[in-house]
Nanobody, 128 residues
Framework: QVQLVESGGGLVQAGGSLRLSCAAS????????MGWFRQAPQGKEREFVA?????????FYTDSVKGRFTISRDNAKNTVYLQMNSLKPEDTAVYYC????????????????????WGQGTQVTVSS
């Protein structure tokens, strides 16, 4: 079992930046591939944003955030980050981090069903 706690959300103007953090409760953090997902208001489905392998050497992004968002991890600090630049109003959502306990060292997944643990989410609001 691992607890995930997101932080760093807030209100920002379009074109601005935010850095989300997700701290894990266990020192075996490096055994989890990590992902970021988001859920926009009005009942939209949770969507994949970015993923990173256990090693940190492999990353993957949904097309809408490529070139603007960067996922990274610090296994020594049990933390995964999502640097978000050039934010747009359509990025407004609750952002969740998630941990996949069954990933190989260099693999990652964008499927929500593959993730075993989820944080509570942090709100990101981008004003136009």
């Amino acid at each position: 079992q691992v607890q995930l706690v997101e932080s760093g959300g807030g209100l920002v103007q379009a074109g601005g930046s935010l850095r989300l953090s997700c701290a894990a409760s266990r020192r075996t953090f490096s055994t989890y591939a990590m992902g970021w997902f988001r859920q926009a208001p009005q009942g939209k489905e949770r969507e994949f944003v970015a993923a990173i392998s256990r090693s940190g050497g492999s990353t993957f992004y949904t097309d809408s955030v490529k070139g603007r968002f960067t996922i990274s991890r610090d296994n020594a600090k049990n933390t995964v980050y999502l640097q978000m630049n050039s934010l747009k109003p359509e990025d407004t959502a609750v952002y969740y981090c998630a941990a996949d306990a069954h990933a190989a060292w260099v693999s990652y997944t964008q499927r929500p069903v593959d993730y075993d643990y989820w944080g509570q989410g942090t709100q990101v609001t981008v004003s136009s």
